[in-house]
């Protein structure tokens, strides 16, 4: 056996010794912390989750071990990302060592001393340089994912392969080195822990994240909760007071912003219903100018609420361009409905013969046969009548009407002469259709001429 291999094998056993009778592990690093850029330690239930550009994690206010947690998200701009992760990393390194460190330590050592006497077994020269130097990345390997757990340890064990590694070599002729022999250090340093925050500074470091909080209802959400963590505690009665004083304060600029979006966005509604694009200005510029008193504590809000403005002033154009539309068509309009009156007109004059076919009534027959011919007047009159491209459909429902009611008048007058019923039922259903007909005629001529908002 090398020399080199014999001696390897007998610090290694000793290493195996010394991990089976450790002392006892560390304690749990506990919290973690969230740094913001102005030095504040925020801690934190958990460690953050990076979104896109924002930092999202549970703040914990109070004081072990009754904590309350608050969910919150800050821009990343606000948060030392790299502290923050280093912090991390020692929390979790921490949690490691109290619980499967030792155990995976021990394996790991018993491991390496079995690979050290597995190559006595190997004659080949080559084979055991290529185990021996797999063994020795493979310990390395073990340190850097562990976080560097009994890094120095493992920086002894390295050293001693280094030493098997360069006696392996020259026993297999070699003598160009391509392996570092210096172990180097395994891992980056850990931060140190930190304690516990007292109540104090929980709650100033909650204090610290709902100022930096870019969420209003996030920072409400803090700041209420900071005041219930310090109900019972009068030894910090100025923390009370200036948390109660930021809720206050963060309590009346929402009010105060809630009722800028409803004043602005119900006369945006006005101004879209009237088609007042130059109302739009005035709004605009009272937005940016109440905002400014404000502070300028809602960026959100107030982008949300162009955004909103800006929606309300598309329909307001839309509703202009349909005003300055129907006002040019409103001499046409006019124009029509004065060609087409006498029908209506007559239309009217004959409600109630139409009232009567519809109900299935009797009147004199003489009268059946004058209102064939008024309607069939009217219906040549409306027929001449070239209505302009606004009304093409309501004068299409007209002639339906006229026509209807002939229908309505010819079908009685079937039944008149054959005294079949169902001539009479048909009689009533045309009549039905005449009279809806024109009434919708009548509602759309109006609707027209006011420019409803509806059209």
Excluded at 329 to 340: H, N
Aim: proline share 4%.
């Amino acid at each position: 056996m090398p020399p080199a291999i014999r001696g390897a094998i007998i610090a290694v056993g000793l290493v195996v010794l010394s991990a089976a009778a450790a002392a006892q592990p560390p304690a749990p690093g506990g919290l973690f912390r969230i740094f913001l850029r102005d030095g504040s330690a925020l801690p934190a239930y958990g460690d953050v989750a990076v979104v896109a550009d924002r930092a999202v994690f549970t703040l914990a206010v109070g004081e072990a071990p009754n904590y309350r947690f608050q969910l919150m998200s800050l821009p990343t701009t606000e948060i030392d990302l790299e502290k923050t992760a280093s912090y991390s990393r020692s929390v979790r390194a921490s949690y490691y060592a109290a619980t499967r460190g030792e155990a995976d330590y021990s394996a790991m050592t018993q491991e390496v001393a079995a690979a050290l006497d597995y190559l006595t077994q190997v004659a080949d020269p080559k084979e055991r340089l290529r185990l021996a130097e797999q063994a020795r990345t493979r310990l390395m390997d073990w340190s850097r994912e562990n976080y560097g757990y009994r890094a120095k340890d493992i920086e002894a064990l390295a050293g001693l392969f280094d030493e098997v590694i360069a006696e392996l070599r020259a026993a297999a002729g070699e003598s160009s080195f391509t392996l570092d022999l210096s172990a180097g250090s395994a891992t980056a340093p850990l931060e140190p822990l930190l304690e516990p925050p007292s109540l104090r500074q929980s709650i100033e470091a909650a204090l610290a994240a709902a100022r930096a909080a870019d969420v209003p209802e996030e920072r409400l959400g803090v700041l209420r909760t900071a005041l219930v963590s310090l109900d019972g505690h009068e030894d910090v009665a100025d923390l009370r007071d200036t948390v109660s004083g930021e809720l206050k304060v963060e309590e009346a600029v929402g009010e105060s912003y809630r009722l800028l979006g409803e004043d602005l966005l119900g006369r945006a509604e006005a101004a879209a219903t009237a088609g007042d694009i130059s109302a739009f200005a005035r709004i605009r510029a009272d937005l940016s100018d109440r905002d400014a008193a404000l502070g300028r504590r809602r960026p959100a809000e107030v982008a949300a609420l162009r955004k909103a403005l800006d929606g309300w002033l598309d329909k307001t154009v839309e509703r202009r361009l349909t005003l300055d539309r129907y006002a040019l068509a409103r001499a046409k309009i006019v124009d029509y409905e004065k060609a087409v009156r006498p029908a209506l007109s007559g239309i009217d004059g004959l409600r109630s013969v139409l009232e009567y076919l519809r109900d299935q009534k009797y009147f004199n027959f003489q009268r059946l046969e004058t209102s064939i011919a008024r309607f069939a007047r009217y219906l040549d009159l409306v027929q001449q009548v070239t209505p302009p491209e606004e009304m093409t459909d309501v004068h299409a429902t007209l002639i339906s009407a006229l026509h209807m009611a002939q229908q309505a008048c010819a079908r009685r007058r079937l039944y008149v002469v054959t005294s079949t019923e169902s001539f009479n039922a048909e009689a009533g259903a045309a009549a039905a259709g005449a009279l809806l007909l024109a009434d919708e005629v009548r509602k759309e001529i109006l609707a027209r001429l006011r420019v409803s908002a509806s059209r």
